[in-house]
C-alpha cells in the first residue's frame, strides 16, 4: 500500500492533527491537593492564634513575675529597713512591723516605674507582632497580586514561589495549577486557530477540485461537445464520480465533526469477533470481484474472542483501512491479509498489504487529518484524507489503540486494538 494521507508541507502535517479537536487540557490533581490541604490545614489560623496567645500572655506572665518579685523585694527592704532603724534607736534586733500604708506606697512607686518599662516592652511586641503579621499575610498578598497582574497581561512563563504548606500556600499551588492551565489552554487555542485556516484552506481545495470538474463536463455537454451517446455518458459518469467524491468528503467532515463534539451515540453490544469478521469478510467479496486482488482472513487459532464494540463504527474503521489499501495497491499480485491477535488483555486486528508502503519519516502523520503524498493534492485516488483520522477517534473512543509499520515496496500494516470482555465467573 502506497501513502495513505501522504506528505504535505509541514506546517499543514503539524497543525491539522489537531483541527476541531477537543481541548484536553491538564488535570489538576484533586487528591494531592486534597493531602496537602490536610497536611497543612489550619497551619495560617494556628499561627496566628499562637501569635495572639504570645501578644497577650507573655506581658501578663512577664508583668505577674516582676509584680511578685516586686513584691517580695518591696517587702525585704522594708523589713530590712526597719530591722535596721530599729537597733539603731534601741540597741536590738527584736522586729517591729512597718507602719500602715509604706508597703503599698513603696509597691505602687515600683510599679510605676515598671509599669514604664513594661510599656515600652509591650510596645516592641506589638510591633515584632505586626511585623510577623505583614511576613506572613500581607507579602503574600502583594506576590498574588503580581501573579494576577502578570495574567492579566497574558505573561504566563512565571512560577510564585512559595514553600510554606499552610492556607495560603495551598491558594498559590490553585493558582498555579490556573496559570499552566491557561497557558495550555492558550497553547491549544493558537493551534486551534492555525488549525482551522488550513482545514478551510484544504476544504476549499478538495471542493474546488471535483467543482471545477463537474463544471467543465457539464459545459461539454452544453456546447454539445459531446456529440455521442456514448461521450454523453463518459461526461455523465464523471459528473457522478465527482459529485461522489464531494458527497463522501462532506460525509467525513460531518462524521469527523460529531466524533470532536461526542454527539455520536455508540451503541455498545458483545460481540465474537471471529464471526463478525467473517461477516464482514462477505461485504468485501466485491473488493476480490472488482479489484482482482488475493484477500485473506486469518484467526491464529483463537475460537473464541469477546469484545464489547459498536459494530457499524468498527466496521467502518475495517473499510475505511482497507480502502486507503486499495487505493494504494501497485503490483500485479496485490493482497490484503485481516488478521486477529490477542495481547494482553486486548484483541489485535491487523490489515496488511503489499503495496509501496510509507516513508518512516512519514508513518507518524498518516492520522493526521488531511495528511496526503501528494504536495499538490490533485490525485485522486488519495482520497479526502479522513479515513484513517476517523478510524483513529473511533478506535480510541472504544478505549484502544491504532499504529502502522510499512516497510518501502514491501507493504504496510495498521492494527488496532480492542479490549478483551471479561467472562462472567
Known sequence: MGVRHGDRDSSDSAGASLVGARIRTRQVPVSDNNNILMNGESNMKKKILLSYVILIMVPYLLFSIAGFFIMHEVRQDINQEFRQSNFEERGTSSYRLAPKGVFENRIRDRFLRTGALSFIFYTVIHLIFISYVIRLIIKPLNKMKTAVNAIKDNRLDFEIEYKDKDEIGEVFLAFDEMRLQLKEAKMVQKQYEQNRKNLIAN???????????????????????????????????????????????????????????????????????????????????????????????????????????????????????????????????????????????????????????????????????????????????????????????????????????????????????????????
Request: aromatic residues 8%; negative net charge.
Open 203 to 425: 476544504i476549499s481545495h478538495d471542493l474546488r477540485t471535483p467543482i471545477t470538474a463537474i463544471k467543465g463536463y457539464a459545459d461539454r455537454v452544453i456546447d454539445k461537445v459531446a456529440n455521442t451517446p456514448e461521450k454523453v455518458e463518459k461526461y455523465c459518469r464523471t459528473i457522478r464520480s465527482n459529485a461522489e467524491n464531494m458527497d463522501s468528503l462532506i460525509n467525513e467532515l460531518t462524521m469527523l465533526s460529531k466524533l470532536d463534539v461526542d454527539k455520536i451515540d455508540f451503541k455498545y453490544e458483545e460481540v465474537n469477533l471471529i464471526k463478525y469478521m467473517r461477516d464482514c469478510f462477505e461485504d468485501w467479496q466485491y473488493i476480490i470481484d472488482s479489484e482482482n486482488i488475493l484477500f485473506s482472513v486469518e484467526f491464529n487459532d483463537i475460537k473464541e474472542a469477546k469484545a464489547s464494540i459498536d459494530r457499524e463504527h468498527i466496521k467502518r474503521v475495517m473499510n475505511n483501512i482497507i480502502g486507503n489499501a486499495v487505493n494504494h495497491l501497485d503490483k500485479s499480485n496485490s493482497k490484503i491479509e485481516i488478521i486477529l491477535g490477542q495481547s494482553g488483555s486486548d484483541y489485535i486486528i491487523s490489515i496488511r498489504d503489499n503495496g509501496a508502503g510509507i516513508p518512516k519519516n512519514k508513518i507518524e502523520y498518516i492520522f493526521d487529518r488531511f495528511y496526503r503524498a501528494d504536495d499538490s493534492r490533485n490525485n485522486p485516488t488519495e482520497g479526502s484524507g479522513l479515513g484513517l483520522t476517523i478510524a483513529k477517534e473511533i478506535v480510541e473512543t472504544h478505549g484502544g489503540e491504532i499504529w502502522a509499520d510499512s516497510d518501502l515496496e514491501i507493504g504496510t500494516s495498521i492494527s488496532f486494538s480492542l479490549i478483551k470482555l471479561e467472562e462472567e465467573e
